[in-house]
T-cell receptor, first 114, second 114 residues
Framework: AQKITQTQPGMFVQEKEAVTLDCTYDTSDPSYGLFWYKQPSSGEMIFLIYQGSYDQQNATEGRYSLNFQKARKSANLVISASQLGDSAMYFCAMREGVAGKSTFGDGTTLTVKP | NAGVTQTPKFRVLKTGQSMTLLCAQDMNHEYMYWYRQDPGMGLRLIHYSVGEGTTAKGEVPDGYNVSRLKKQNFLLGLESAAPSQTSVYFC?????????????FGPGTRLTVL
């Protein structure tokens, strides 16, 4: 079974609008971390936001927020006020275990339209 | 600080040739990881290390070997390259595996095996 599922291969959003990128995960470990990374066309991996499994509140970092629904095992990324520079591939990842091994989803390509 | 650096940035090999990819980090991180990213897919963990002198297998370890003789360096070796190993290779490091300690990624090595 897939540990991380991103069901949207591609998404389009109008500039200045908000967009939600979906991520569901599967684990039996009570302690885990969820991360979102951005990969622009230049190829580097950029950390965006983190949510811990025991965190009571949804994480926020500037225009990024994470809609964490633990019972549904979902960790959707919300980008508010989209900018042209947000066009990139976005990866959801889950970290488990003491070694911090991470599993990545297959990503969602976001295109922001002017 | 340079962060995480990878050498080389690009490489073309013939089937059967060997090579070593070097990852170096100057952040004194304990944990280091090697991933591969195939076109249109997420990152998959090859091998990882939880400290100097220790290594362990990840999700896709076959055909690769690693060594962590110094804390700051993590080497990935291909003994006999195969076309299926054509990919972009990312190295990452992490200070800890708890809380919001994200993985810091290198710029990647694009490897083509003919």
């Amino acid at each position: 079974a897939q540990k991380i599922t991103q069901t949207q291969p591609g998404m389009f959003v109008q500039e200045k609008e908000a967009v939600t990128l979906d991520c569901t995960y599967d684990t039996s470990d009570p302690s885990y971390g969820l991360f979102w990374y951005k990969q622009p066309s230049s190829g580097e991996m950029i950390f965006l936001i983190y949510q811990g499994s025991y965190d009571q509140q949804n994480a926020t970092e500037g225009r990024y927020s994470l809609n964490f629904q633990k019972a549904r095992k979902s960790a959707n990324l919300v980008i508010s006020a989209s900018q042209l520079g947000d066009s990139a591939m976005y990866f959801c990842a889950m970290r488990e275990g003491v070694a911090g091994k991470s599993t990545f989803g297959d990503g969602t390509t976001l295109t922001v339209k002017p | 600080n340079a962060g995480v650096t990878q050498t080389p940035k690009f490489r073309v090999l013939k089937t059967g040739q060997s090579m070593t990819l070097l990852c170096a980090q100057d952040m004194n991180h304990e944990y280091m990881y090697w991933y591969r990213q195939d076109p249109g897919m997420g990152l998959r963990l090859i091998h990882y290390s939880v400290g100097e002198g220790t290594t362990a297998k990840g999700e896709v370890p076959d055909g690769y070997n690693v060594s962590r003789l110094k804390k700051q360096n993590f080497l990935l070796g291909l003994e006999s390259a195969a076309p299926s190993q054509t990919s972009v290779y990312f190295c990452a490091s992490s200070k800890e595996t708890l809380g919001s300690n994200e993985q810091f990624f290198g710029p990647g090595t694009r490897l083509t095996v003919l």
